[in-house]
């Protein structure tokens, strides 16, 4: 619409999530803010009836007529999440603490033990075992266990 010089940049922020279910992961992204879009613009008549007249855009956050833009904090809180979210996948794992789990590979494999802890920032479950007839607790990846 030749708004280059107003119009810099738009952006819907997202993020990816790593999903295990059944000892399959599976990687989705999904929005941070549903139904939100961030858009970088020098505010003037032009480009605000621009932004204002796209299909598919019903309101704006803010008070009155114009809407009311981020602050620097909080479009560096939003940037930085982004930017982590995209170096590293958040991990969802569907397991909870009590739940049995049975080591699919590795030095445990085969093994059956209740889960203790869950460390989903790492990937990392922590379950008990018996190793020469004594309980170990042993942290492993998520992807090594089948849950029972």
């Keep these: 619409m030749g708004m280059e010089n107003s ?3 738009v952006l819907i922020p997202i993020e990816e999530r790593v999903f295990v279910k059944d000892g399959k ?5 999904r929005k941070l803010y549903p139904s939100y879009v961030l858009v970088e613009m020098l505010l003037d008549e032009q480009s605000w009836y621009v932004v204002r007249h796209t299909p598919g855009v019903t309101g704006f956050v803010g008070a009155g007529s114009y809407p009311l833009p981020l602050s620097e904090k909080e479009m560096r809180e939003i940037m930085g999440r982004i930017g982590k979210e995209q170096a590293k996948p958040k991990v969802e794992i569907n397991l909870k603490p009590g739940d049995t789990v049975k080591v699919k590979s590795g030095p445990f494999e085969g093994q059956v033990g209740p889960v203790v802890d869950i460390i989903p920032a790492k ?19 998520y992807l090594l266990l089948e849950k029972i």
């Design 123 to 141: 990937g990392i479950v922590k379950f008990m075992v018996s190793v020469f007839g004594r309980e170990t607790a042993v942290e492993t990846d």
């Design 7 to 9: 119009i810099f940049s």
């Design 25 to 29: 992961s599976r990687k989705t992204t």
